[in-house]
């Protein structure tokens, strides 16, 4: 009787023990199994789109050169909330086949202002596809609203329109307006540089 004790408590610590160690592998699985989301490198695109005329025709430009910190988050989310951006406006190109447009717009606007080698910002996600831009440019830094969609294929996809008396920079658009005062020109004879400014932009994520 005393033998049979003894090896149903040894079938009990056996069993005891087993289970233990298939949640123990369970959750190291799980773990393991966790994707990690970075931002590809050299994916990223912004791209504005200013008006001229008061016809508000479009001219469009984008900046080739983005510099970006962030923390690889466990959702697509995690990652891109606390995204931080730095833009040098010596890399805008508006693809003008004179080569005069982007000269003016670096000499006559951005350098016009205090505090602008470089635009940056910071990112603030929310649940509803809206985000929040905390925006530097001209010694201000202020909110920028913006709505943002990611795809199946984890392209995040942003757009938002800046308004430049926002960041005090309608003194540099008056400036910019001059020095294209000809170009700027409707055929009512009005010479106008609009001060909003559709802004998009896009980055692909990978899974680790």
Not at 33 to 52: G, L, M
Not at 195 to 206: K, R, Y
């Amino acid at each position: 009787m005393k033998n049979i004790q003894i090896a149903a408590l040894g079938l009990m610590l056996v069993a005891a023990f087993s289970c233990k160690q298939t949640k123990k592998e369970e959750k190291k699985t799980e773990e393991t199994t966790t994707a990690t989301y970075s931002i590809v490198e050299d994916s990223t695109d912004v791209r504005f789109t200013a008006y001229k005329t008061t016809d508000k025709v479009p001219v469009g430009g984008t900046f080739q050169d983005i510099e970006l910190t962030y923390t690889a988050g466990e959702t697509p989310m995690e990652t891109l909330n606390g995204l931080k951006f730095s833009i040098p406006v010596s890399s805008l190109f508006t693809n003008d086949p004179t080569g005069t447009r982007d000269p003016k717009i670096i000499e006559f606007f951005f350098k016009k202002m205090a505090e602008t080698q470089s635009i940056t910002g910071t990112f603030a996600l929310k649940d509803d596809k809206s985000c929040a831009v905390q925006l530097s440019m001209n010694g201000v830094t202020t909110e920028l609203p913006m709505e943002y969609e990611i795809t199946e294929d984890n392209h995040v996809n942003f757009s938002g329109v800046m308004d430049l008396k926002q960041w005090d920079a309608l003194d540099a658009l008056a400036s910019l307006n001059e020095a294209c005062k000809i170009l700027h020109t409707g055929s009512d004879g009005v010479s106008k540089t609009w001060e909003d400014v559709a802004i998009t932009g896009s980055v692909l994520l990978e899974q680790e």
